[in-house]
């Protein structure tokens, strides 16, 4: 089993900053995909963004040239920092490791005030 801890989040007005951080822990598989989701009020969870073992990086069309994917091979983390936040990004988002299986975190409130 493996095991996903969110931190970061919270409240932010329309053009300001956030970032989102991810832990991974227990019986981590050797080469996975790291990455975040988000799920706003109403609608389905989508994905926000992807990073590979390798580094390559995968972004939504929606958070292109605003967000940033990072990860921590070594401490088995991954980060989300976002930039130019819109009430629109407002959504809980949740951290992914994609292997065999795929496991997420409990999530996080990101919320964007207008």
């Known amino acids: 089993q493996v095991q996903l801890v969110e931190s970061g989040g919270g409240l932010v007005q329309s053009g300001g900053s956030l970032s989102v951080s991810c832990a991974a822990s227990?019986?981590?598989?050797?080469?996975?995909?790291m990455g975040w989701a988000r799920q706003a009020p109403g609608k389905q969870r989508e994905l926000v963004a992807i990073?590979?073992?390798?580094?390559?990086?995968i972004y939504a069309d929606s958070v292109k040239g605003r967000f940033t994917v990072s990860r921590d091979n070594a401490k088995n983390t991954v980060a989300l920092q976002m930039n130019s936040l819109k009430p629109e990004d407002t959504a809980v988002y949740y951290c992914?490791?994609?292997?065999?299986?795929?496991?997420w975190g409990q999530g996080t409130q990101v919320t964007v005030s207008s």
């Open positions: 990073i590979t073992g390798g580094g390559r990086t």
């Open positions: 992914n490791l994609q292997a065999d299986i795929s496991y």
């Open positions: 227990g019986s981590i598989p050797s080469f996975y995909a």
